[in-house]
């Protein structure tokens, strides 16, 4: 086919989505994304699969339809990323700025498992299911989680192993505290925004003390948290031996405190 340059088109935005900007660019067109996708025969089910996989063919048609340069089309994806760095970047989108989400925007970074602040005006991303938006959250718990996104961010970013195993060894460790099973990186995508505020403030707990303290000031050690602890701490058996005698005194007092307030 020949493709030719749309009648209008709108510059993209720094860390702005594939999918995100093309409803931009077919809005401005007065016409719907998948219309778009249509007229430029591309094959995708739905526009987001292309954030994700996108060949040479669609990325020719866009920058030629959008009037913008080839190379920036991936730039807008996450189609480099390693399998790796994947395991942080949720595939379907789980949150969002709703200043910037009104204007029809959508950012990159909103995506990551760390993302707390939007970076293009500062308010905090809220989680995009509208039925989770009730959950009473304390302003301790996200000021915990800030600073534990943050602790994350700085891991992934880093690239150092030993580092983001130890923030998700924080996550495991919460995941186990809250009755919650599977991978904590998904645990920090949960849709359920106070799972999610749970980890991340986790993650900065972990920081200023180690894991196994948070563990005997919880005092709400059960068998949940014991398997994570196990899991956590697999390789130091005389550590898990005085965790549980220490538990086990003071599973005998009454009063237990509220484990979110701990963490
Ligand atoms: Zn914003």
Same mark, same amino acid.
């Not at 970013?157 to 998700?168: D, I, K, N």
């Given at each position: 086919?020949?493709?030719?340059?749309?009648?209008?088109?709108?510059?993209?935005?720094?860390? $702005?989505?594939?999918?995100?900007?093309?409803?931009?660019?077919?809005?401005?067109?007065?016409? $719907?994304?998948?219309?778009?996708?249509?007229?430029? $025969?591309?094959?995708?089910?739905?526009?987001?699969?292309?954030?994700?996989?996108?060949?040479?063919?669609?990325?020719?048609?866009?920058?030629?339809?959008?009037?913008?340069?080839?190379?920036?089309?991936?730039?807008?994806?996450?189609?480099?990323?390693? $399998?790796?760095?994947?395991?942080?970047?949720?595939?379907?989108?789980?949150?969002?700025?709703?200043?910037?989400?009104?204007?029809?925007?959508?950012?990159?970074?909103?995506?990551?498992?760390?993302?707390?602040?939007? +970076?293009?005006?500062?308010?905090?991303?809220?989680?995009?299911?509208?039925?989770?938006?009730?959950?009473?959250?304390?302003?301790?718990?996200?000021?915990?989680?800030?600073?534990?996104?943050?602790?994350?961010?700085?891991?992934?970013?880093?690239?150092?192993?030993?580092?983001? #195993?130890?923030?998700?060894?924080?996550?495991?460790?919460?995941?186990?505290?809250?009755?919650?099973?599977?991978?904590?990186?998904?645990?920090?995508?949960?849709?359920?925004?106070?799972? #999610?505020?749970?980890?991340?403030?986790?993650?900065?707990?972990?920081?200023?003390?180690?894991?196994?303290?948070?563990?005997?000031?919880?005092?709400?050690?059960?068998?949940?948290?014991?398997?994570?602890?196990?899991?956590?701490?697999?390789?130091?058996? #005389?550590?898990?031996?005085?965790?549980?005698?220490?538990?086990? +005194?003071?599973?005998?007092?009454?009063?237990?405190?509220?484990?979110?307030?701990?963490?």
């Amino acid at each position: 086919m020949t493709c030719r340059p749309l009648p209008k088109t709108v510059a993209p935005l720094p860390d $702005e989505l594939l999918s995100g900007w093309l409803s931009r660019l077919a809005a401005s067109n007065h016409c $719907e994304v998948s219309e778009l996708l249509t007229h430029l $025969e591309i094959d995708a089910r739905h526009v987001a699969a292309l954030d994700y996989d996108i060949d040479v063919v669609a990325v020719d048609r866009i920058s030629i339809a959008g009037r913008i340069d080839p190379v920036c089309v991936p730039s807008m994806t996450f189609a480099a990323i390693s $399998e790796a760095d994947m395991r942080l970047i949720a595939q379907v989108p789980f949150q969002a700025c709703p200043a910037c989400a009104v204007c029809g925007l959508s950012l990159k970074h909103w995506r990551m498992a760390w993302a707390f602040d939007c +970076q293009l005006c500062g308010t905090r991303l809220l989680p995009l299911h509208v039925g989770q938006k009730g959950e009473a959250v304390s302003k301790r718990l996200v000021d915990r989680a800030r600073k534990g996104a943050g602790v994350l961010e700085r891991a992934a970013v880093s690239g150092g192993a030993r580092q983001l #195993r130890r923030t998700l060894r924080a996550v495991t460790f919460a995941m186990g505290l809250q009755a919650l099973r599977g991978d904590p990186a998904f645990a920090l995508q949960s849709p359920r925004p106070n799972v #999610r505020l749970f980890c991340l403030a986790a993650i900065a707990a972990a920081q200023s003390r180690p894991l196994a303290k948070a563990a005997l000031f919880s005092m709400g050690v059960d068998d949940y948290a014991r398997v994570a602890l196990l899991r956590t701490y697999d390789k130091e058996h #005389r550590l898990l031996a005085t965790i549980d005698k220490i538990a086990q +005194q003071m599973r005998k007092r009454t009063n237990l405190p509220d484990l979110a307030s701990r963490i």
